[in-house]
């Protein structure tokens, strides 16, 4: 499973990175604002950061022709630009147009599998379910993403499932489960993944024995 950032902070990104775990990062507009930059400045930043792993910037129009123009912008800004285009009629029109020339889309605001399934029809590079805003309205959402791993193997669909919105690291493992091929995640989740309370008790136990025994063999 590929794991993704989910945030547009340049200093989160590359703590992560050090970890040696992060394939990629994920914007939207919230994302960028919350940084408070230039768009352009702050996606060219996390691109080149990225090297050539994808990194997901989002058009903000909402009609087919305005997105595939902003699109065509956003993927000349760097190679490893992906275009993030909303699952709306409009949207997947602009997709079947945008992957007939090659550039990648993942298309977001997914929240049932028949919205997935035409999103693959259309072409996407990468579907984005989100888990954490159906499950605020008290709606199962790990079955979405069980339902599309399910369509794209029947149907062999080249698309790639984006686990989005995801909230805690749960959202992750169930959905590896399925067979997910990517979770995009903020911060906060991708550390908290890394840590069980057993983990740091049997290590403290193991150095101690270890500062122990090299005691006893010091008074040798
Ligand atoms: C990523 O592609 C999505 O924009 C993001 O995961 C949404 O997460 P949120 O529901 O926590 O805002």
């Known amino acids: 499973m590929k794991f993704f950032m989910d945030t547009a902070n340049i200093e989160e990104i590359k703590r992560a990175d050090s970890w040696g775990v992060v394939d990629g990062v994920t914007t939207n507009p919230t994302l960028i604002a919350r940084e408070g930059r230039d768009f352009e400045a702050t996606v060219k930043e996390i691109c080149a950061l990225m090297g050539n792993r994808p990194v997901s910037a989002e058009v903000v129009s909402t009609e087919a022709d305005a997105m595939i123009a902003e699109a065509r912008k956003l993927?000349?800004?760097?190679?490893?630009?992906?275009?993030?285009?909303?699952?709306?009629k409009e949207g997947m029109k602009a997709v079947k147009v945008l992957s007939a020339e090659g550039i990648r889309t993942n298309v977001t605001l997914v929240f049932?599998?028949?919205?997935?399934?035409?999103?693959?029809?259309?072409?996407?590079?990468?579907?984005?379910?989100?888990?954490?805003?159906?499950?605020?309205?008290?709606?199962?959402?790990?079955?979405?993403?069980?339902?599309?791993?399910?369509?794209y193997?029947?149907?062999?669909?080249?698309?790639?499932?984006?686990?989005?919105?995801?909230?805690?690291?749960?959202?992750?493992?169930?959905?590896?489960?399925?067979?997910?091929?990517?979770?995009?995640?903020?911060?906060k989740v991708l550390d908290q993944m890394f840590g069980h309370p057993l983990t740091d008790r049997g290590l403290e136990a193991f150095l101690a024995d270890w500062n122990k025994l090299q005691e006893e063999l010091g008074k040798q």
């Open 153 to 187: 193997s029947n149907y062999g669909y080249k698309t790639q499932i984006i686990v989005a919105s995801a909230r805690r690291p749960e959202h992750v493992v169930q959905t590896a489960c399925w067979g997910a091929h990517v979770a995009t995640v903020p911060f």
């Open 75 to 88: 993927a000349k800004w760097a190679d490893n630009v992906v275009v993030k285009i909303p699952m709306i």
């Open 112 to 151: 049932t599998a028949a919205q997935g399934l035409l999103a693959a029809k259309a072409g996407a590079t990468y579907c984005s379910p989100f888990l954490g805003r159906l499950e605020d309205m008290a709606t199962d959402a790990m079955g979405l993403v069980k339902q599309l791993a399910q369509i």
